[in-house]
Structures are given as structure tokens and as C-alpha cells.
């Protein structure tokens, strides 16, 4: 039971994502953030708890990567409904599209037997994009010259992280396969 916990919580983050757009969407903007908060911490608790308990399982190593991008698609687009300081159309787009090459590159190469590993790029870009979110819900509630700068910087990093960590995982990819051509031809 002890060793399902961390995938357990990863499920309930998956199952609870949606929530976090419809409170916006129902104009609950404190309900979204709040939850949104809640399952961002989750994550971190769900890989704190696999790595402690010694839990980590093949099962987690897909569905908490999944929950991280379902729970940022649903913050990026409660964004888009809340407020005056909107996400960027285009840091969202970057996110999606990336989001799409990779879990498409993944399922491809998993057939070919590559089991990619979370990169510290991919890892910061998922945490910078939180915190870009939470910045954005921040902005509904309190005007601040600097968080509106912290806001627009924190957009820029995390295109850059977007981008960044997808050449990165491209890059393993292309790699790996290069290499399993190379075993191939032997």
C-alpha cells in the first residue's frame, strides 16, 4: 500500500486537474488558485514520498509526468479566463506543441525500448511554469508593479525552459536511436 502512495496521489492530481478550470470558469478564482496550489504541492510531495519510501514504479514514472502537463494545461487556460493579466497565447501554444512531440516521441521510442528520464530542464521548466501560474492568479488578487514584472519575466523563462528542455529530450531521443542503429548494423 505504502509503495502505491506516490502513484495514488499522482492519480488524484490527474483526476482533480479539470477542477482547477472549472472553478475559474464558474468565476472562483480563489477556489482555482487555491486548488491549483494544492496539487502543484502534491507533486512535489508524490516525488518526495517515491524517492523516501523507495517507491518508484513504472507506472508513476508515466502517470506523474502526465499529471504535471494536465494540471499546467488547466492552470495556463484558467489563466486565460481570470483577471487582466493573462497568459501568453504563445507560452501556451509552446507548451502544447511541446508537450505533444514528447509524449508522441515517447510512446514511438518505448516501443524501441528507450525509457526517457526526467532531465533537470524538463524538471525546472515544469517548476517555473507553476510559478508562473501561481504569479498570474496572484495578479487577480493584488496589483504590484513588481510581481507584473516578476509576471512577464517569468512568462520569458518559462518559454525558454519550454524550449530548452524539448531539444534537450529530442536530443536523448535522437541519440538513443542513433546509437540503437549503430547496435543494429553490428
Not at 506516490?6 to 477542477?19: A, D, E, F, K, T
Not at 472553478?23 to 488558485?33: H, K, N, P, Q, V
Not at 501561481?134 to 496589483?143: I, V
Amino acid at each position: 500500500m505504502v509503495k502505491n502512495l506516490p502513484n495514488l496521489i499522482s492519480v488524484l492530481r490527474l483526476i482533480l486537474s479539470p477542477y482547477v478550470l472549472i472553478f475559474a470558469y464558474r468565476g472562483e478564482t480563489l477556489a482555482s488558485l487555491l486548488l491549483f496550489f494544492t496539487l502543484l504541492l502534491s507533486d512535489a510531495l508524490d516525488g518526495f514520498l517515491a524517492r523516501t519510501l523507495n517507491a518508484r514504479t513504472r507506472l508513476g514514472k508515466m502517470i506523474d509526468p502526465l499529471a504535471d502537463k494536465v494540471l499546467l494545461l488547466f492552470g495556463f487556460i484558467s489563466l486565460l479566463l481570470t483577471g487582466e493579466y493573462r497568459i501568453s497565447i504563445l507560452l501556451l501554444k509552446l507548451m502544447v506543441v511541446r508537450d505533444l512531440i514528447l509524449v508522441g516521441g515517447t510512446l514511438f521510442l518505448r516501443k524501441v525500448g528507450f525509457v526517457p528520464q526526467p532531465s533537470i530542464w524538463g524538471k525546472s521548466a515544469t517548476l517555473v511554469l507553476g510559478i508562473t501560474v501561481l504569479a498570474g492568479y496572484g495578479l487577480n488578487f493584488s496589483y504590484h508593479p513588481l510581481l507584473v514584472k516578476a509576471y512577464y519575466f517569468l512568462q520569458f523563462l518559462s518559454g525558454t525552459l519550454i524550449v530548452v528542455s524539448g531539444f534537450d529530450y529530442a536530443r536523448k531521443g535522437v541519440i538513443f536511436l542513433r546509437s540503437k542503429l549503430i547496435m543494429e548494423r553490428r
